[in-house]
């Protein structure tokens, strides 16, 4: 890649959501991705081979943690018939050490470089659900590599920092959850959600009110967004 063409470009990342999609009653926010996590009337697709979606050749789910990108991915994954992707845990997989353990042992840059490095690799891949990390887009090498991937449609899971740390007190309630060290302070993790939000913009094709919808209905939404999204110049039918 030349770096002459590295300028990062801007998307309007504010689509509102679809006036006209039939999601059923709006789910509240106590009731939480933890306690209807798969609540969703789309169909698995029965051909392995899969569907396709006009000019998208892959879907990244990009927010901060307790936005649903993990329980989303997998529904439109198991609905598409694609392959459902974590960034993490490809990292992981590759590490032989879960990220806590790289974070401890060999620091924050060096994690980043695998980061990007893995995200190069899925990228690169067709007909897949990506989950990215909370922080993958600080990376300017990251948000490049989103931006100049033909045919990927990047979807931010938006909703508030109360309604996020909402959701990840109730999983945390669940033994088999994901720790969240991060929300030891919520401060910090605070100036996190608002360094991180206009990164989440800047590199989505569209954004996803979810704070009042469970994934299913999200994975509903984001379907509907796409295929009635007329490909334009410069946006999703050129990325």
């Known amino acids: 890649m030349s770096t002459a063409t590295l300028a990062e ?3 309007p990342a504010t689509d509102p959501m679809p006036k006209d999609l039939n999601l059923g009653k709006p789910a509240s926010a106590d009731r939480s991705f933890a306690q ?4 969703c009337s789309l169909p698995t697709h029965p051909d392995a081979a ?3 979606l006009p000019g998208i050749d892959r879907i990244v789910l990009t927010g901060f943690m307790g936005s649903g990108k993990t329980s989303t991915g997998r529904l439109l994954a198991e609905h598409l018939g694609w392959r459902f992707l974590d960034l993490d845990h490809e990292i992981e997989a590759r590490q032989h050490r879960s990220v ?7 620091g924050e840059p060096h994690f980043r470089h695998l980061e990007s490095a893995a995200l190069a690799s899925l990228l690169g891949q067709r007909q897949v659900v990506i989950a990215l ?7 300017l090498g990251n948000r490049l590599l989103l931006e100049q991937t033909p045919h990927t449609a990047v979807i931010y899971l938006s909703a508030s920092f109360e309604v996020l740390v909402s959701r990840c007190t109730a999983q945390a309630a669940d033994p088999s959850a994901t720790a969240r060290p991060n929300l030891a302070d919520l401060n910090l993790a605070e100036r996190r959600f608002h360094l991180r939000h206009p990164h989440y913009q800047r590199i989505a094709t569209h954004s996803i009110e979810t704070a009042e919808r469970t994934p299913g209905e999200v994975a509903e ?3 509907a967004r796409l295929r009635s999204a007329v490909p334009a110049t410069g946006q999703q039918g050129s990325r």
């Open 133 to 139: 990390g909370g922080g993958a887009p600080e990376e």
């Open 9 to 11: 470009p801007t998307h």
């Open 100 to 106: 806590p353990q790289i974070f401890s042992e060999d």
């Open 50 to 52: 899969g569907q396709t």
């Open 36 to 39: 209807s996590p798969t609540q």
């Open 221 to 223: 939404a984001i379907l």
